[in-house]
């Protein structure tokens, strides 16, 4: 609405409060008043002020005439106020504002540029742009048999073409970099659609959008599992399901010859619900539902899921409390399709964008609120699958971060610094994944330790068993067991004797069972080294099963200093809350005979969480309890595996009382209990 000279001069300053205002451009006989006119009469009129930008300007010039014959910086004056004018307005009667306006005027020099009037302070007010893009033979039809408006001037097709061509360019180049969502328009029966798509989608309000569809494949979950899961697996889609990128695919397929479009918007706009909001209505210009649909189609055949996913979703598919959902930037329906091709879209939901009025848009931010939704409303333990920075926020929510690290030349080129800043700052813990095994990792490996999925803790949860390391060979258990197997040796100093063991099999064991990572540490020297704990030590919980457990407790937690720790006389000590966002539990015992106590616990344990990984630590345990049948082994019956790390597998079916039993020995009760 004004000269374009005005781009470096300093505009007028609007309101604080930024209101929602469409602004419709096109060239002249592109029928923004029709457009306007069409808008007043199906929308309601109490929350929409509709306004004509020339009308506006006019007013505030003291009349069209005056404005005419103004200078160009009197113009650009009345045209910034009048944009201000419209913006306070709407401001202060808290309507939603759509201004007719003009980016630019046709000169009459055949050569010549084209005269654009659009100013600084109509990209500071416009938060939305509706470009009416009629084809150029209809708009020369138009204007020829407009007896109403003689004075407009008649241009061929071609000239029209050419006018619109350089409008579209410039306009969306500007509203890029100014964050204004833009869109295309050809008829103006679809700007009520967009006017209702930009009145409702903010951020909160697709937040609320994507939370509906995670409660909707959460009850469809339970319905199929007929329980209710303990851990979800959130899973990416682009460069981590998949080494492919489906917007890359979607852009070859629609746009074949032209480079793709959401790598300019993103390049200069960066990664708002703005730039997000007008990717989505990018997809929505490429044509009709009907040809979408097919392209989504296609692009989907194109996809290849890694097959350790897939192997990994089909388990998660049988396993009872364990479930999966995609939530991707990405289009929804593609992802959609991929995972009914492959027959999951069942079990696997997905958390998507989409063109639809009903479709949420999906920003890094709300892939986070979906995480914490899941977390704190349906008390679930996520862990969170993903490739670049736009994973991170999500990566970070988790209670388990896993960076999927493909080849070199298909992976995030920003994703490396942008997680070495993420861990460096203290706000993420995360290991990587490589795929293939032999890719080149992110980072140093002390910082982001490599996994395998299999290795993974719930991978746990998806098999059956129990699986038990034992030190019973070893020339350290020999000197070790020795004092707890005297008879002379008890109090203080046998309760000495077991905190050694423990210690020992945390040391030993667990921290080759459950991993270790680096950490910094100061050096006696001066400065910082690298020095490592036990992964995910903090959400590591340590529970003595009293009395005779607690000495060996004590030991682990030497070993493990920053782990929770838990006395339990019984089973039902041990509540939900306490196991809420934590990763492990170590069941610690001094004996175990025929199972029967562990298999309580661990019965007790699988119900409050049936996903936690279970580690039970002891110092002996009865051959009898390991074998096929046992108790501990039917306690597992329809739930998951545990480990077992016990220092020595003793063949005697002695059972301790009185003066022989392990707790009276401990504690100097022997004399009390017989």
Not at 263 to 270: C, E, H, N, V
Not at 614 to 627: E, F, H, M, S, W
Not at 644 to 661: A, C, E, F, H, W
Request: glycine residues 6%; contains cysteine; hydrophobic residues 40%.
């Amino acid at each position: 609405m004004a000269d374009t000279r005005s781009a470096n001069e300093k505009p007028l300053h609007p309101p604080p409060v930024k209101p929602m205002i469409i602004g419709v451009f096109g060239v002249t006989g592109s029928g923004k008043t029709t457009l306007m006119h069409n808008l007043e009469a199906s929308m309601n009129l109490s929350k929409i002020a509709f306004f004509e930008g020339s009308e506006v300007v006019a007013r505030h010039a003291g009349g069209l005439q005056t404005f005419k014959s103004s200078n160009e910086g009197e113009k650009l004056a009345i045209r910034e106020a009048a944009i201000i004018s419209i913006q306070q307005d709407c401001i202060d009667t808290k309507r939603l504002g759509i201004v007719t306006g003009h980016f630019s005027f046709w000169r009459e020099e055949a050569d010549a540029d084209l005269e654009e009037v659009i100013t600084n302070a109509d990209l500071n007010v416009y938060t939305h742009v509706l470009y009416l893009d009629p084809p150029a033979d209809v708009i020369e039809k138009r204007v020829e048999n407009d007896t109403n408006r003689p004075e407009r001037r008649r241009l061929s097709a071609a000239q029209i073409r050419r006018w619109q061509d350089s409008e579209k360019k410039k306009l969306r180049k500007l509203c890029y970099k100014n964050g204004i969502v833009f869109s295309l328009i050809q008829e103006t029966c679809a700007a009520s659609y967009l006017v209702k798509r930009f009145y409702v989608h903010n951020e909160e309000y697709d937040k609320i959008m994507a939370i509906g569809r995670v409660i909707e494949a959460m009850s469809s979950l339970v319905g199929l599992k007929r329980t209710k899961p303990d851990a979800m697996l959130v899973i990416d889609g682009d460069k981590t399901l998949a080494a492919e990128d489906t917007g890359e695919l979607f852009w070859k397929q629609a746009m074949s010859d032209q480079p793709d479009p959401l790598q300019a918007l993103f390049r200069t706009a960066g990664y708002s619900h703005t730039s997000f909001h007008q990717a989505i209505l990018l997809y929505r210009d490429v044509g009709d539902e009907e040809y979408f649909d097919a392209i989504c189609s296609t692009v989907a055949s194109q996809v290849t899921v890694r097959p350790e996913f897939i192997n990994l979703l089909q388990m998660v598919a049988k396993a009872p409390h364990i479930g999966a959902i995609v939530v991707t930037c990405g289009l929804r329906l593609i992802w959609q399709k991929v995972l009914t091709n492959l027959g999951l879209s069942e079990i696997v939901r997905v958390v998507g964008s989409g063109p639809e009025l009903s479709d949420c848009i999906v920003t890094p931010r709300i892939k986070a609120d979906v995480v914490k939704h899941l977390q704190e409303s349906h008390n679930m333990y996520v862990w969170v699958f993903g490739d670049s920075p736009l994973d991170l926020p999500m990566l970070k929510q988790a209670d388990q971060a896993l960076v999927v690290v493909g080849e070199q030349q298909k992976r995030s080129k920003s994703m490396e610094v942008e997680l070495k800043h993420a861990i460096d700052d203290g706000d993420l813990r995360a290991r990587q994944i490589l795929f293939p095994g032999n890719a080149s990792p992110l980072l140093d490996t002390s910082k982001l330790p490599i996994v395998q999925l299999v290795d993974l803790g719930f991978m746990q949860a998806l098999k059956c068993g129990i699986q038990t390391k034992d030190a019973t060979t070893r020339t350290a258990a020999k000197l070790l067991m020795t004092p707890t197997r005297d008879a002379t040796v008890s109090g203080p100093a046998l309760r000495k004797a077991h905190r050694k063991v423990g210690w020992y099999l945390a040391t030993e064991f667990l921290s080759d069972l459950l991993g270790v990572q680096e950490i910094q540490i100061r050096h006696v020297q001066g400065g910082s080294t690298n020095g490592y704990c036990l992964v995910d030590e903090s959400s590591t919980t340590i529970i003595a099963v009293m009395r005779g457990g607690e000495p060996m407790a004590f030991g682990v937690s030497d070993a493990f200093p920053q782990s929770a720790f838990l006395h339990a006389h019984k089973p039902e000590d041990i509540e939900l809350q306490q196991l809420k966002r934590q990763s492990t539990v170590i069941l610690v015992d001094s004996v175990v005979n025929n199972g029967e106590t562990m298999a309580d616990f661990v019965q007790h344990l699988r119900k409050l969480r049936p996903t936690i990984r279970i580690v039970v630590v002891t110092g002996v345990v009865q051959a009898d309890g390991l074998r096929p049948g046992a108790l501990l082994e039917w306690a597992l019956v329809g739930y998951s595996s545990i480990d077992l790390v016990t220092l020595r597998i003793s063949q005697n079916k002695y059972t301790g009382r009185g003066g022989t039993d392990t707790g009276a020995r401990l504690f100097n009760t022997t004399r009390l209990e017989e």
